[in-house]
């Protein structure tokens, strides 16, 4: 098959899935090309960006942010494809359909690098991207349009109403959700036809990581997590739980590594300075994906303190390598772990809860390596990278 990605920011070093989804489909000899917004700015990427030569395959729209660069970017568009391309063109410029000047600008913009290449899927990551680039299905109406959907997007019909969906939900052939109990239920919520709806849980190739039994060994105690520093990923309470343990068990030495950057940054520095932390809390900020599996392998719990998580992928990496799992109970987490088998989970938002069992779980290191195994044969049955890239496939091929 031949498939277009379309994402929003490349590379971006915390959105692994997406290049488990590339590179599974290549391996298996499909010819796949990414369509990217812009690029991530990021200075650190994921190794599979240069083993697969991924900068390659990308076109980055780069669409200009003032209404007059996007109006004579689209006009050069339509004076160069409009005589070969009419009637695609002119569906794209369906402005009773589209419902604003900005969207049919957009549209032709979006249009141009597929006039002349066409796919048999177009698959877009986030639920906003779907409702963007819709209209390449109405333009190519003989390619299956899937949207797959991951996180803040399935907020976009409690902030905008359902009926910002409508046009995804009318021309869109399929919809990935990555968990039953959050993603389903939610777009069910907003009127998505049950039946278009797919699970398709986060896909890891398990094989590459190592995995090792996690065992008490001298007085130290390594806590990790890594994701973006952003409200939503409560690392506040992560800190302010990691501080009151040392202060708890003062024969152990804690620390707390959080592997990720952004905004919060500074004000997390400031919290770890006023609860007089830094000997056991370190921000190590952005990490190429080789080294985080590094500092995970050196670690004995995982600790993930999100407000909210709509699934969790660093969830899958840290159990497929061992790592006992703490977590809060939040929006698909349940359904990523074997809670009480492979995670302790806890109510986000709370960090004597949070304290207590990590405390409780220190307690116990008998139970780490079972705890480790479970995780391990949990990502194995239903992360599995091989099963669900060929799920993957027939969703695309419809």
């Known amino acids: ?70 109006g004579i970017r689209a ?25 604003s000047s900005y969207a049919i600008l957009n549209n032709v913009m979006f249009a141009e690098p597929f006039l002349d290449r066409r796919y048999d899927a177009i698959l877009c990551h986030f639920g906003g991207n779907g409702m963007d680039f819709v209209c390449l299905k109405d333009a190519f109406p003989n390619t299956r349009f899937v949207t797959m959907f991951h996180g803040d997007d399935y907020f976009i019909g409690d902030e905008k109403g359902p009926e910002a969906f409508a046009l995804l939900k009318r021309f869109g052939d399929a919809f990935l959700v990555t968990t039953d109990c959050f993603g389903r239920a939610t777009l069910r919520r907003y009127g998505f036809d049950d039946r278009h709806i797919v699970t398709l849980r986060l896909s890891i190739a398990t094989k590459k990581i190592p995995f090792r039994e996690r065992r008490r060994s001298g007085d130290t105690v390594r806590l990790l997590s890594v994701g973006r520093l952003v409200p939503k990923k409560g690392f506040e309470v992560g800190v302010r739980a990691a501080a009151a343990l040392q202060a708890a ?53 995982y600790l993930l303190p999100s407000l909210m998580e709509q699934a969790g992928y660093v969830l899958l990496e840290a159990q497929a390598s061992g790592l006992p799992v703490v977590a809060t109970r939040v929006g698909g987490v349940p359904e990523m772990v074997r809670e009480g088998r492979s995670a302790l989970l806890v109510e986000a938002g709370d960090v004597r809860a949070t304290t207590d069992t990590l405390q409780w779980l220190l307690d116990r290191p008998d139970m780490w390596p079972r705890m480790g195994h479970e995780g391990r044969r949990h990502v194995e049955e239903q992360h599995d990278v091989g099963k669900l890239t060929t799920a993957l496939e027939e969703v695309l091929k419809g």
């Open 249 to 301: 068990t003062p024969h152990l030495r804690v620390e707390y590594s959080i592997i990720g950057d952004g905004p919060l940054r500074a004000d997390l520095v400031r919290l770890v300075d006023q609860l007089g932390a830094s000997p056991t809390i370190h921000l190590l900020g952005a990490l190429p994906g080789a080294e985080v599996m590094r500092r995970m392998d050196e670690s004995d719990v």
């Open 1 to 70: 098959m031949r498939i277009a990605f379309v994402v929003g920011g490349f590379p971006r070093i915390s959105e692994t899935w997406i290049l488990a989804q590339v590179t599974a489909l290549l391996d298996r000899g499909h010819e796949v090309d990414i369509y990217a917004r812009r690029a991530s700015g990021q200075s650190v990427s994921h190794a599979d960006v240069s083993e697969y030569d991924l900068m390659r395959r990308t076109h980055f729209f780069n669409v200009p942010m003032s209404r007059s660069g996007r």
């Open 75 to 99: 006009a050069g568009v339509l004076a160069r494809n409009l005589a070969r391309h009419p009637g695609t063109l002119l569906r794209c410029l369906n402005l009773p359909r589209y419902g």
